[in-house]
């Protein structure tokens, strides 16, 4: 079966740090990766998707990356974060090619300082 | 994508049938409707998905107007286990994305 890591569950940065979240599934090969983040009380907001390596596609203009290095990684990156970068940030991932049935990570919840 | 309305907060008593409604009169033929649930601090949870027939799996049970222009998610036998956010999305077939708007918040009240 199908599982999906986030690491790590929570992180408390300063403002102006570096930020690096890592997200990889287990059990599928070529899925959609996903990066979305949800704010305190406010709804999900997709970051990022990516349909293969290197392939990655941005839906919010913010001071977040994303890279996948390898099938079944995904990283969320910053240089210098802001205190609105706070919030949950959701990995998911979904059969390639679907995209409908998106099966999520636990989640890291971030507070920047 | 189309636009879905859903009710801001509904709520039931445990053991008896909730049925959740979402509007998305602006479907167009080649779009779904999916139904998503988050339960407080946790990711969204996949429930089910239809295009025009009504869709039946072990979480629910979802059934779509003739026009398609709402739909109506079941559960059957709510749980507390059930209170969760609820979203109704609707999603071209070929699309890669979900757009997840505000949800209901459903209560199973003990």
């Known amino acids: 079966s199908q599982t999906i890591h986030q690491w790590p569950a929570t992180l408390v940065q300063p403002v102006g740090s570096p930020l690096s979240l890592e997200c990889t599934v287990e059990?599928?090969?070529?899925?959609?990766l996903y990066w979305y983040r949800q704010a305190a009380g406010r709804g999900l907001q997709l970051l990022f998707y990516s349909v293969g390596i290197g392939q990655i596609s941005s839906e919010v203009p913010q001071n977040l990356s994303a890279s996948r290095p390898q099938d079944r990684q995904f990283i969320l990156s910053s240089k210098k974060l802001l205190l609105s970068d706070s919030g949950f940030y959701l990995c998911?991932?979904?059969?390639?090619?679907?995209?409908?049935?998106?099966?999520f990570g636990p989640g890291t919840r971030l507070t920047v300082t | 994508d189309a636009k879905t309305t859903q009710p801001t907060s509904m709520d039931c008593a445990e053991g008896r049938a909730a049925n959740l409604p979402c509007n998305h009169s602006t479907i167009s033929g080649n779009e779904y409707v999916y139904w998503y649930r988050q339960i407080h601090s946790q990711g969204p949870q996949y429930i089910i998905h239809?295009?025009?027939n009504n869709e039946t799996n072990e979480m629910a049970s979802l059934i779509i107007t003739e026009d398609r222009k709402s739909s109506t998610l079941i559960l059957p036998h709510a749980t507390l286990r059930d209170t969760a956010v609820y979203y109704c999305i609707v999603r071209h077939y070929a699309g890669n994305m979900l757009t997840f708007g505000g949800g209901t918040r459903f209560i199973v009240k003990p």
């Open positions: 239809g295009l025009k």
């Open positions: 998911a991932w979904s059969v390639s090619r679907t995209g409908g049935e998106q099966y």
């Open positions: 059990g599928t090969s070529n899925p959609n």
